[in-house]
């Protein structure tokens, strides 16, 4: 007996996942990304670019990108370069807003590899109780880049004791900035509402998931240095990344 069309079961909706990258100054990088997203062949996958204005045009490429790309890149627009902390917190509100699943954040300079985005989605279909995914240089099978410097990779390697050390995160790559989170874990850690710019965005972020007892997953990655342009990372990121844990062990509120 043939069931009638309308009897049949629907099939499920691929969860929606919004890659939400910051942009300043990433005219090159930018799609080349994009085709490395495209690449993946992931249904209901979009990009989402934060730009601060960027004087190299990154902001136009982006439209560019999006008026060609289907629903697969959407852009948002901000007038005022004030760190990666807000440019995140602006790009992951719109995409919660937007009905996103999972956010992804990730770097526009390919130093993140998106080849590792199928196994971090994997990680949040086959363990529910996990509520972000850290592509880690740090647990066995990851790796930095081989093009640091050997006081760059003291530098990381201090930072993540140093941060473990004073809040406890019991994760191995605490700085990381490539993670997968589910839409329903930045909601109960009120992500609209953390102040930290810079990396230590990244550490208040982990800081309050933990508090809020949510567990934390790692999976490796081999972190590459930036293609092209110059990095992001000055004094004042470095100053407030070392005073962050600090502020949140000592009653910062989260």
Known sequence: ??????????????????????????????????????????????????????????????????????????????????????????GISRALADGADVVLQMDADLSHPTEVIPEMLQILARQPDVGVVLGSRYVAGGSAAGEWAWYRRLLSAFANVYVNTILRLHVKDATAGFKAWRAATLRRIDVETIRSNGYAFQVEMNYRTVRNGIRIAETPIHFEERAEGQSKMTLSVQLESALMPWRLLFGRKV
């Not at 990433?26 to 085709?35: G, T, W």
């Not at 045009?57 to 982006?62: D, I, K, L, M």
């Not at 697969?72 to 440019?87: N, Q």
């Open 1 to 90: 007996m043939t069931v009638p069309p309308e009897s049949q079961p629907s099939q499920p909706t691929a969860p929606r996942v919004v890659v939400v990258s910051p942009t300043f100054n990433e005219r090159d990088n930018l799609p080349i990304l994009a085709r490395q997203l495209a690449d993946l062949k992931i249904p209901n996958l979009q990009l989402l670019v934060v730009d601060d204005n960027s004087p190299d045009g990154t902001g136009e490429v982006a439209d560019e990108l999006a008026a060609t790309s289907g629903d697969r890149v959407a852009v948002l627009h901000r007038t005022e370069k004030d760190g990666l902390g807000r440019a995140y917190v602006a």
